[in-house]
T-cell receptor, first 112, second 113 residues
Framework: GEDVEQSLFLSVREGDSSVINCTYT??????LYWYKQEPGAGLQLLTY?????DMKQDQRLTVLLNKKDKHLSLRIADTQTGDSAIYFC????????????FGTGTKLQVIP | EAGVTQFPSHSVIEKGQTVTLRCDPI?????LYWYRRVMGKEIKFLLH????????ESGMPNNRFLAERTGGTYSTLKVQPAELEDSGVYFC???????????FGPGTRLTVL
């Protein structure tokens, strides 16, 4: 079955860049997502990338996709304390059921 | 527009008891999903409704879990009888379908003692 892996924890200083990495196994993935979960809140879709793209930029966020290595990363420029949260990588396969497979989540801690 | 809501936000029950979780999707969303996150692990898909029909229930762990969506509006997820390993956060999400984003609720934290 599909598998998505992430490191569990990342700590950065305010103002630095954060890079959260993710690997996945399903070669038929069509969409890859980054979700953010703040304490006590639901999952918020941050950004997504189609599998035929290799980069997407949205303000402070840059998503890089290496489809050959099945590696996805999220870079947050000028990280702020408000960016502290759990970040989930997720992929959706090409099947009709739209099932989304999530990683374990990376807890980002921003140190002031 | 109201988002996806879930009730209760937290439930503590004893092993062997029954618990029913409720999800109210965004109005007009035909697709409704249930996911579960066990402590420190990945968020796992449980099932997917399209309106009132179960489209995919491949993630349901066993027959102690029963999901319904009568009338195609809100959904309930019943766990009967609850076991210790059922503890976790249960998320509900809804979408309009196609490639559209799944909007998540805040989750219900279930603790089975």
């Amino acid at each position: 079955g599909e598998d998505v892996e992430q490191s569990l924890f990342l700590s950065v200083r305010e103002g630095d860049s954060s890079v959260i990495n993710c690997t996945y196994t399903d070669s038929s993935s069509t969409y890859l997502y980054w979700y953010k979960q703040e304490p006590g809140a639901g999952l918020q879709l941050l950004t997504y990338i189609f599998s035929n793209m290799d980069m997407k930029q949205d303000q402070r966020l840059t998503v890089l996709l290496n489809k050959k290595d099945k590696h996805l990363s999220l870079r947050i420029a000028d990280t702020q304390t408000g960016d502290s949260a759990i970040y989930f990588c997720a992929e959706r396969d090409s099947g009709g059921y739209q099932k989304v497979t999530f990683g374990t989540g990376t807890k980002l801690q921003v140190i002031p | 527009e109201a988002g996806v809501t879930q009730f209760p936000s937290h439930s503590v029950i004893e092993k062997g008891q029954t618990v029913t979780l409720r999800c109210d999707p965004i109005s007009g969303h035909d697709n409704l999903y249930w996911y579960r996150r066990v402590m420190g692990k990945e968020i796992k898909f449980l099932l997917h409704f399209v309106k009132e029909s179960k489209q995919d229930e491949s993630g349901m762990p066993n027959n102690r879990f029963l999901a319904e969506r009568t009338g195609g509006t809100y959904s309930t997820l019943k766990v009967q009888p609850a076991e210790l390993e059922d503890s976790g956060v249960y998320f509900c999400a809804s979408s309009q379908g196609g490639i559209n984003e799944q909007f998540f609720g805040p989750g219900t934290r279930l603790t089975v003692l």
